[in-house]
């Protein structure tokens, strides 16, 4: 086993390795987060965008891509990412009705379409998965059939054929539920 330190990083949180071996996640450096890639040969990349803050990795899939969350400097919003594996960005609004809290799981390639997907909170108060699809649009889901705060739907991953799997909390939270989605 190993242990990943970082110089000049207090805490060191790793959330993906690809196929190829390549890590990524996020270090708390200078009180703030700052996002990572690690090659195999150990070489170290920071993930930045110019009029960033609070950026954040999430997931990593085979090609080396990252998607995340940041908030734009100027505007105080949040908004999504895709960073490709020669270092280009594209970012994307958050899906959802004025998300209170947004999480990006993880991204599939899915025929050619890369997905990212993942839950936000609703100003319901309730969960909701999410599909972002690469052509820019959104699919919201709730598979729970429950209609109280902090019930819904929870998503945790993503296969290469489309299957969305995560966890359902029903009304009262009186029941805890795992769920496959197949497209």
């Known amino acids: 086993m190993k242990v990943l330190k970082l110089k000049g990083c207090g805490f060191t949180g790793t959330i993906g390795i690809n196929a190829a071996g390549t890590m990524a996640g996020n270090c708390l450096h200078k009180g703030r987060s700052l996002p990572y890639l690690r090659a195999p040969d150990g070489t170290l990349t920071f993930v930045k965008h110019a009029g960033w803050q609070n950026v954040g990795i999430s997931a990593i899939d085979d090609t080396g891509a990252v998607s995340g969350i940041?908030?734009?400097k100027a505007t105080g919003n949040r908004h999504g990412y895709i960073r490709n594996v020669a270092g280009g960005f594209r970012s994307f609004e958050l899906p959802g009705d004025n998300p209170v809290n947004t999480y990006i799981i993880t991204m599939a390639a899915v025929n050619g379409d890369r997905q990212v997907v993942g839950w936000l909170e609703g100003s319901d108060q309730r969960n909701y998965g999410f599909i972002h699809h690469g052509d820019g649009t959104d699919e919201i889901f709730d598979v729970s059939g429950a209609h109280t705060a902090q019930s819904g739907t929870l998503?945790?991953?993503?296969?290469?054929?489309g299957a969305i799997v995560g966890y359902t909390f029903d009304d009262g939270l009186a029941g805890i539920h795992g769920f496959i989605r197949t497209p």
Do not use: A, F, L
């Not at 998503?155 to 054929?161: A, E, T």
């Open 155 to 161: 998503v945790s991953g993503i296969s290469p054929s």
């Open 70 to 72: 940041y908030t734009d």
